[in-house]
């Protein structure tokens, strides 16, 4: 405001709250069961976030094998497989979209009705944003956490390997530079695709080692890496201008496709130059596929160097390769860095552990609101109404096990088991009863002698 020279401080903000976003978090090493009580239970859309691509692929199975329709998105498909497996979530053909992070961006489906998280998020941003894509038609949705005994252990785990140390960080700058077969002295100004799980599997690397290593080296100024995008293809020329002039190629297509770039571009000595191949074609009055050959042979000929159209991350180097000796990288920069994520994760931990105040509150307290409101649908409110109810009962003399509801799902569990025995799990899985209730019930048809469980805890009508 003050650059722009503002007659008057001018500020918008709005609140992070939201109303119709009922957030959940569940303990428990039985996640597969929560997620299948949720998918059975809340009709419409949603999205399961995973932290890894094979963990995406199990998931979205195991939800077919229970006659869910479900897809696995993840940065190991191809381009076109991506786009249609989206496009066939976004028109309700697929109902369940088991992604990593990297789904979601840019997409506004506003009836999505929930949003699982298999495993604690890095930081209470991320989880923001990523639970935030349900409900944005302003109906009730709900954004479920899923958080197993050793997850924060594993996390904590994975937290140190995403910072080595800065030996291992120069380590892994000659490698990804011997990977691009760039020598010392090469590659400044220079851009490279840059696949950073082929680079892990063929290095042997775990990649948040990699993927933190890089953030360091980008942050103190060695190169630039782009998230995974349409790119556009680029070209070089290798030799000067006057080198150029004097080079014969003695080939007349190739002599009109070289005038036709420099009538087109210009920088194209100096830098990576976008181009359009369909432009080319165009003025060349070649076809695209005849355009992409002359360009391939100008490669070869050592005339350009080329980089085609692509959707994949592009590694920029920002100075030439330097000597491992003489790479710097500042302390303080490794430790803030370290710091802030550090910080960040224990937030993400402290929401998870929390029992006792409104979800959406401590969201909008982290985001920077004064004394939010609680939000009365979270987990945490629900149980708070549950427990004032049950306290009003308790004065008026109310029995909860007499209570209707109780025994009507008695009767409905009793005629479940008169089918075919079951488990506990089962039985939730079926009801959609919580699972402290369905306890207590289960308890006293056993006290009653009503039904009775065998060794390996199978339920079943005693005769």
């Known amino acids: 405001m003050r650059h722009l020279r503002f007659a008057e401080p ?30 059975q239970n809340v009709p419409g859309s949603g999205i399961v976030y995973m932290r890894t691509r094979e ?22 498909l191809g381009h076109a497989e991506r786009a249609l497996r989206q496009e066939e979530w ?26 699982v998280h298999y495993a604690l998020c890095d930081s209470l941003e991320s989880y923001y944003q990523e639970a935030g894509r349900a409900g944005r038609d302003g109906r009730r949705a709900y954004a479920l956490l899923l958080v197993a005994a050793d997850d924060s252990d594993r996390i904590a785990r994975r937290f140190e390997q995403e910072f080595p140390p800065l030996e291992r960080v120069k ?27 082929d680079f892990c599997a063929r290095e042997h690397l775990w990649s948040g080692t990699v993927a933190g290593a ?43 496709f070289i005038r036709t770039i420099l009538r087109l571009y210009n920088g194209v000595f100096t830098e990576f130059r976008p181009i359009d191949e369909g432009e080319l074609a ?4 070649y076809t695209v596929e005849r355009v992409r050959e002359l360009l391939k042979t100008l ?41 802030l ?53 308790a004065d008026a003399g109310v029995s909860p096990a007499a209570a209707p509801d109780d025994e009507a799902l008695a009767e409905e569990l009793l005629r479940r088991l008169a089918a075919s025995p079951a488990d506990p799990h089962t039985l939730a899985t079926e009801t959609a009863c919580d699972p402290g209730r369905l306890t207590r019930l289960l308890r006293e048809l056993l006290e009653r002698g009503k039904i009775a469980a065998d060794k390996t805890g199978i339920l079943k009508i005693n005769e």
């Not at 760039?182 to 490279?192: D, M, N, Q």
């Not at 165009?282 to 009055?285: M, P, R």
């Not at 160097?305 to 003489?326: A, G, Q, T, V, W």
Request: hydrophobic share 35%; aromatic share 8%.
């Open 10 to 39: 001018h500020i918008l903000r709005s609140s992070f709250a939201r109303p119709n976003l009922s957030y959940s978090v569940r303990r428990t090493d039985d996640k597969q069961g929560q997620l299948l009580r949720l998918v």
């Open 55 to 76: 963990g995406t692929e199990q998931v979205a199975d195991m939800l077919r094998r229970q006659g869910v329709t479900a897809a696995a998105y993840h940065g190991g």
């Open 341 to 393: 994520m550090r910080e960040r994760f224990e937030r993400m931990v402290a929401y998870a552990a929390n029992g006792e105040r409104c979800r959406s509150a401590v969201l909008e307290s982290y985001f920077g609101a004064d004394d939010p409101a609680p939000c009365g649908v979270c987990d945490i409110c629900l149980a708070r109404k549950r427990a004032a109810k049950a306290a009003r009962d």
């Open 214 to 256: 890089l953030k360091l080296l980008q942050q103190n100024g060695y190169l630039t890496l782009t998230d995974a995008q349409d790119n556009p293809a680029r070209i070089l020329f290798c030799i000067s201008r006057d080198e150029l002039y004097k080079l014969r190629v003695r080939r007349d297509d190739l002599d009109h």
């Open 299 to 339: 490669w070869q000929l050592r005339v350009i160097r080329y980089i085609p159209s692509n959707r994949s991350p592009i590694l920029f180097l920002n100075e030439e390769r330097l000597p491992r000796e003489d790479l710097y990288i500042a302390p303080e920069t490794y430790l803030r860095r370290q710091q």
């Open 171 to 197: 380590e892994i700058y000659e490698r990804v530079c011997s990977y691009l077969r760039v020598g010392i002295g090469e590659g400044g100004g220079s851009s490279y695709l840059f696949n950073l799980h």
């Open 282 to 285: 165009t003025w060349s009055g």
């Open 90 to 115: 976004l028109a309700d053909k697929v109902r369940v979209m088991v992604a990593t992070n990297a789904f979601g961006m840019g997409i506004d489906k506003p009836d999505v009705r929930f949003v």
